[in-house]
């Protein structure tokens, strides 16, 4: 029996639409201090996850990319993230807090109803003190702020490396 290799080829890769840290360096430098603040005492398991399903909502590839090699490289299993996407259907790969984290974070994303719900709010209340639900909820909104920037500027996903300068 022979084995036959064929090479696929890939769709083009696309640029980004500009170098948005050059452009702006004191907004981006501002961005990056909002990080460091927002990711300040939170778990960083669940600021991963959270993360990771904002940037999945929001179509953010390069994010997609950035948090999931981040997520790895620190010992988070390939099956809870590839879990991920479909969260609800998949319920048991997460903890209870880690749930409402991810309710949490699907509410403020997409805002459907142009507020975030009473009964999700109070389920995350439930399972963080009001300090770390401030936490999160400023964890939450930063990598919003980031995904907006990533989609907009066509950020290219792929050629992230966790630890690299």
């Not at 909502?57 to 879990?83: P, W, Y």
């Amino acid at each position: 029996m022979t084995s036959t290799h064929t090479t696929v080829e890939r769709a083009h890769e696309h640029a980004p639409r500009m170098p948005f840290a050059e452009r702006v360096p004191e907004f981006y430098r501002a961005m990056v201090r909002l990080e460091t603040a927002a990711a300040k005492d939170v778990d960083p398991v669940l600021y991963h996850l959270i993360k990771i399903r904002a940037s999945q909502i929001n179509h953010c590839a390069f994010c997609v990319d950035m948090h999931t090699k981040d997520a790895l490289a620190e010992g988070e299993s390939v099956e809870r993230i590839v879990q991920l996407s479909a969260w609800e259907e998949s319920r048991h790969f997460y903890t209870e807090r880690e749930l409402a984290a991810l309710t949490l974070t699907e509410a403020v994303t997409v805002l459907t109803d142009g507020f975030v719900p009473d009964e999700v709010y109070a389920l995350a209340a439930a399972h963080f003190e009001e300090t770390e639900l401030a936490r999160l909820i400023a964890a939450i909104v930063t990598i919003n702020a980031w995904n907006r920037i990533g989609v907009t500027t066509r950020m290219t996903p792929g050629h992230y490396k966790p630890g690299a300068p």
